[in-house]
Nanobody, 119 residues
Framework: QVQLVESGGGLVRPGGSLRLSCVAS????????MSWFRQAPGKQREWVAT?????????????DYLDSVKGRFTISRDDAKKMVFLRMNSLKPEDTAVYYC???????WGQGTQVTVSS
């Protein structure tokens, strides 16, 4: 079955950086677009970024981002390792949330990784 294991979260000060990782199994990773979502306390889960199946080699346009994270977050993937990453720079308190990775077309979710941005 589909399994997704996120890691890399933690407590970071405003302006800091984190790199989230997600290891996937149970489906053909290379043919699926992959996305990151997040859910802040008391709020609905929201989409953050998506990378196309060929995102590791495609030109600009293979990835898309929530407006509030554009220029600060970068999604990437390693098909050989079946992993997707989210590099987060210039973090803000409003980025505090549990972050989840997900194959865009499939319904499975992992356990998420907590990101807390606070001074």
């Amino acid at each position: 079955q589909v399994q997704l294991v996120e890691s890399g979260g933690g407590l970071v000060r405003p302006g800091g950086s984190l790199r989230l990782s997600c290891v996937a199994s149970g489906f053909i990773f290379s043919i699926h677009a992959m996305s990151w979502f997040r859910q802040a306390p008391g709020k609905q889960r929201e989409w953050v970024a998506t990378i196309a199946p060929d995102g590791s080699a495609a030109p600009d346009g293979s990835a898309d981002y929530l407006d509030s994270v554009k220029g600060r977050f970068t999604i990437s993937r390693d098909d050989a390792k079946k992993m997707v990453f989210l590099r987060m720079n210039s973090l803000k308190p409003e980025d505090t949330a549990v972050y989840y990775c997900k194959p865009t077309a499939l319904g499975s979710w992992g356990q998420g990784t907590q990101v807390t941005v606070s001074s």
